[in-house]
């Protein structure tokens, strides 16, 4: 699977957007670009997957650039309970290799 | 209510005692995966089975066992070699391995050696 690449944390204020930004130069033609939050201690929570077109569900936005080697997980509106761990992965839906993600923090 | 259980949430052993994990789901899925997470780091694939009576090594298998003996049970065994076995350990399952499908977690065990 091909490894990504993510900041390390990032702060955004309640009530804005949230952007968080994946690298995946070397995604392969048939590996989607998953993001999973997790809150401290808890089991990652799947929030959204894509393999070219940007995708939408009711906790977030992905945009995934033409070339495929980045994407961007979207909060609209985030909220106080947004603050995880927010973790891009790129698979075929087997293996998954999680990294140490972005910690997000939502300030009030 | 469909989902993952892991058991307990909390677990304390010894230094040398084999303990055993258990992990259910009641989704159908056919996918099952083990993953072991330490403090500030990600999570890594310890062992996955994509089928009953089939099972594969991720990237730190050593150490560990596995059984697939039913659909909906993927119990994980930490032996006695397994040489730093103090972690938060996750399983997860998705309808099948591969082919761009999703995989839903359990709330985690965190294992303590003593």
Known sequence: ?108 | DGGITQSPKYLFRKEGQNVTLSCEQNLNHDAMYWYRQDPGQGLRLIYYSQIVNDFQKGDIAEGYSVSREKKESFPLTVTSAQKNPTAFYLCASSIEGGTGNEQFFGPGTRLTVL
């Open chain 1, 1 to 108: 699977d091909a490894k990504t690449t993510q900041p390390t944390s990032m702060d955004c204020a309640e009530g804005r957007a949230a952007n968080l930004p994946c690298n995946h130069s070397t995604i392969s033609g048939n590996e989607y670009v998953y993001w999973y939050r997790q809150i401290h201690s808890q089991g990652p929570q799947y929030i959204i997957h894509g393999l070219k077109n940007n995708e939408t569900n009711e906790m977030a936005s992905l945009i995934i650039t033409e070339d495929r080697k980045s994407s961007t997980l979207i909060l609209p509106h985030a909220t106080l309970r947004d603050t995880a761990v927010y973790y891009c992965i790129a698979s075929t839906g087997n293996q998954f290799y999680f990294g140490t993600g972005t910690s997000l923090t939502v300030i009030p």
